[in-house]
Structures are given as C-alpha cells and as structure tokens.
C-alpha cells in the first residue's frame, strides 16, 4: 500500500509510529528540498537507515569511541580503496580491528543517528513502498521504534531551541580563541571536537563531518560556544559558490534517488542542476528522458533518447528503453527495429527478449509474444525469478489467448514474488471480471489502487464496476481520478463520464467529456450524435 504525504502535515515521527503499529515491511523516502534519506523496515521494526550524501561516518564512530585506532583504519581505508565494493566495516573485521559485535553496534548508533537528523526535517515530503529491502550487503539491525521515537521527540524539541541560533546547515562560524582561553572553562567532549574543526570556513554540515559528530551534536555543542560567547556567525555558503565536481555528483546522487523512489519533480530539478554544470553529462540525460517517460510524455523520451544515442553512440541501456519509449507511443515496428540494434550489441542479454515479448503482445501479435516470452524464461538462471512484467506480460497473453487457467496461474506466481505489483493485482481483476467474479475483480482492482495511486486503469476499471451497479456517485468519482491521470486513457471513459454528468443536469461537463471522447476517437457515434443534438438545440 502506498502512503505519501507532507512533512508540513505529518510529522516523521507519527509516521514511523504508524508503520511500526501496523507491522508494515517496506521504505520510507524522505525528502526536504535537496535533502534524501531512506528508512526501512521489516514487519513494524526499523532495520536500516541511510541518508543520500552524507559521508559515511563509520570510521569516525569507531575512532572516537577507542574501537580502532588510526592507523588500522587507514588500512581499511586503504584496503577500501583496492576493493571498492566492500563495506569498511566488514573489512575491519577481517582484519580483526574489531568484532562483529562492535560493528553491530557502531552501525545501530550510525543508523539512530541517521534517523534522528531525519526528525527534524519539516519542509519537504514523504513516500512509503511497500516489500522495498536494503541493498544486498547492508548490515540490518532490528530496533523497535518506540525508543527511537521517544529520544527523536527529545531531540526534536531540543533542535527547536538550537535552531534560534543555527537555524540552517551552510551558516559559518568563528571562534574567539582568547576569549575562550581567559575564561578557562572546561568543553564537554563534543564542543571541545568542534572547537579543533572551527575555522571561519567550514559551514556546521562541514563541521559534522570534519568532527565526526552527527548534526545534533554539533548543533548542540555549537550552540553552547554561542550562549557562552566564544562562537559567533561569520557567513553563509552561497547556494550557487563554485560549481564542484563534489556539487555535481551530489545532484548526481539525489537525482537518482528521488526518481527510484518516484519523486520526479525533485529528480528533475536535480539533474537539470547536473546539465547546468555539464551539459553533455550523459547520465542525468538518460535519467530526464526516464523521467518523462515515467510522467506520460512518451514524445519527449524518444526524442531525448535519440539525441543521447546520436551523441553517445549505441548503449543498451537507452536503446532498451528507447523501445519502451516507442512502444507507449504504438510505434511497435520502430521498437522492433531498436531491439534488434540492441540485441547485436548483446545478444546473451535477456532483458532484450522481455522487451520483444511485450512489444509483439502489445502489437497484437500474441502467438509470437508467448513464444519470445517462454524463451526468455528458459534463458534465466536457475532460481531466478522473472520480474514482475513478465509475469504481467505472460499472464495478458493467457488471457487474450483465452487460456485463463494459465493466466490466473501465472498472476499466483506473479503476486507471490511480486505482491506490491499494482498491474498484477489489476489483470487479476480483469481475469476475475472475465470469470464474472465480480467481488473478486473489485477486490484486486481496490488492491492495484492502494499499491500504485497513479494507476488510472485501475480507477476505470472500478469506475465500470459501480456504473454496472448504478452506484453512480462513486463510479463518477473513479472516472474522475482516472481522467486526473491519464487524459488519454480512452474515449469510452469520457462517454460515460459525460453519461454520468448529464444525469445530474451537469450540462456543460456532460458537453466537455463528449467533446472529449470525440477528440480520441473521431468514430466514437454516441459522442458525436449528443453533440450534434446540443448544436440544434441551441440553434
């Protein structure tokens, strides 16, 4: 199930408390402007947390805490270095730096942390997928959140008065070191790690990590050196100082991550800042291009897709979903002709057979399509379990072909490796509906709905079940959403829109959807003909 919403409405903490209380498994996205951060869990408890850009801190936590010393980090470090997909932790623990034990528990401090920061974000939004895991090799804890609520909550009311005096992250402060040295006062350990790292330079999100302390920390002990007169603002980091390679992969980073997790606005705007900076960069072209795609415009994916093929040359990736692209427009001819571009590249690449089983399905060429398609599962590993398209795209095919034992087979199988998949759970309601199981189709189009609130299918395909009904209200409000998010989803929908509206003496609502309805499909007899009667009537 689906849950967004804004943190200006909905606090983080209340949030995670209702996650937690209904046991979901899944990640919550948070974001706040060019801010991203990822909290996971598993069945109500919270696993994992990371947080996009933030210099992994690890090391730092060991150091401080005397678990290792400098010089055994550095070799990890450098060992890091040779062997890049390895964790630092786990190599510390090869090297006998540490125990599996300190690890653990240096990465729950990192992880709490992470959440902590996380609760004072109040500006931005958030975005809950369900099934979602941590990547493969990330240490997983298992904390009950209700601790962490209640120290969040703390800490949340604590930031609320630090913020009086550092009310954001780029400020910059200085130090008056002879003032500091005639009081003679004794630091507490944070103040006196902030103390070594101030230099009327570093901004307080520099200090944090040149300190190795989390923000509130240092927000915390900065703000004491404030009260006691020692630290005072200097300035602030311009927005826009020095375009850094650094700038350019962070933008990089968080534009890859707001659109994973289907916020396409902020991925734009990011990669957009990443094409400011280098406008041949071919990875946040490839990712606008996706973007589009992802919000309907089919046109505009093709023709970036294209230009970054023509400047790039052939690569799989794009041309893969160059035919994707080519297949939302109809153009499934020109999408064949792409899938053989790419299959000369790599012919062993699966991906490429999922792809042209689709585009025959889609084509209406469903003999061909099942045969591409059983190929394609031949060819996987053994153990393997296809994603979830081709399940979607198998179980059509059954269904088109009439074979709806096999379709309802391979939905089962779909749903148990992929139960978050809104199209499954739809064509389940369209094989359903197909058996006039009516209860059953409700249930699976409800379920698609909840899963993917931007599935227009699913709202139509409910919205027919309640005009069957005569439950008009409520299939005029699934025609509605439907319409919201896909203006194109089909004349037949804005006929019986226009149906609904007319019954309630909605006149001129009634003419728009008509006039609609003929606009995609200029054959569409019924429209046409009420139109016409409008036209003589009002002479």
């Known amino acids: 199930m689906a849950i967004k919403g804004s943190l200006r409405e909905a606090g983080l903490a209340d949030v995670c408390q209702l996650l937690a209380m209904g046991q979901k498994t899944g990640c919550l996205s948070v974001t706040d402007r060019s801010r991203f951060g990822q909290v996971f869990f598993d069945r109500g408890r919270i696993t994992y947390a990371s947080l996009v850009n933030r210099r992994d801190r690890l090391g730092d936590v060991l150091l401080r805490n005397g678990d290792v010393s400098a010089d055994e980090l550095e070799a990890a470090v450098r060992a890091q270095d040779e062997e890049p997909d390895r964790r630092l932790g786990q190599l510390l623990v090869e090297q006998g ?152 992969e962070e933008s990089r980073n968080l534009g890859v991550a707001f659109y994973e997790t289907n916020m396409f606005e902020d991925a734009d705007r990011e990669f957009r800042r990443v094409l400011d900076a280098d406008p041949h960069d071919a990875t946040a072209r490839h990712y606008l291009a996706l973007i589009a795609l992802r919000q309907g415009d089919a046109a505009e994916a093709v023709r970036r897709l294209t230009a970054l093929l023509e400047s790039t040359g052939p690569h799989l990736g794009a041309l893969l979903n160059l035919a994707h692209a080519l297949r939302h427009q109809h153009r499934y001819g020109d999408a064949l002709k792409v899938l053989q571009q790419a299959g000369s590249l790599a012919p062993d690449d699966v991906r490429i057979r999922l792809a042209e089983g689709a585009t025959r399905l889609f084509a209406g060429e469903v003999e061909a399509a099942r045969r591409v398609l059983d190929a394609y599962r031949a060819a996987l590993e053994p153990e393997t379990l296809p994603p979830a398209p081709y399940y979607y795209c198998a179980g059509l095919a059954a269904a088109v072909d009439g074979r709806l034992e096999d379709a309802e087979a391979l939905i089962e199988e779909g749903l148990g490796a992929h139960p978050a998949s809104a199209p499954l759970h739809n064509l389940a309601g369209n094989v359903a509906e197909r058996r006039s199981d009516l209860a059953a189709a409700e249930a699976a189009y409800q379920r698609a709905a909840e899963e993917d609130t931007a599935l227009a299918q699913a709202h139509r395909n409910l919205g027919d079940l309640a005009y069957q009904r005569g439950v008009e209200t409520e299939a005029l409000e699934h025609y509605r959403r439907a319409a919201r998010l896909d203006p194109d989803l089909g004349d037949q929908l804005y006929t019986r829109l226009a149906d609904l509206h007319y019954r309630r003496n909605e006149r001129e609502q009634a003419i728009e959807c008509w006039r609609r309805a003929v606009e995609l499909n200029p054959e569409n007899e019924t429209a046409r003909n009420h139109l016409e009667v409008v036209a003589r009537a009002t002479g």
């Open 97 to 248: 730096a540490i125990d599996a034990d300190t690890l653990r528990s240096a990465i729950e401090h990192q992880i709490e942390e992470a959440i902590y920061y996380l609760f004072t974000w109040k500006r931005g939004s958030f975005q809950f997928e369900a099934g979602k895991t941590p990547e493969p090799g990330d240490i997983l804890i298992a904390v009950n959140p209700e601790s962490l609520l209640l120290e969040g909550a703390r800490r949340v009311d604590e930031w609320g008065v630090i913020e009086k005096k550092v009310p954001s992250m780029d400020l910059i402060f200085g130090l008056d070191r002879d003032r500091m040295a005639d009081a003679d006062v004794e630091l507490t350990r944070e103040q006196a790690a902030l103390v070594e790292a101030i230099d009327g330079e570093r901004t307080v999100e520099e200090l944090a990590e040149a300190s190795g302390l989390g923000e509130f920390a240092v927000g915390k002990a900065l703000y004491g050196l404030i009260q006691a007169g020692f630290a005072h603002r200097v300035g602030r980091r311009a927005a826009d100082e020095g375009a850094q390679s650094g700038d350019v």
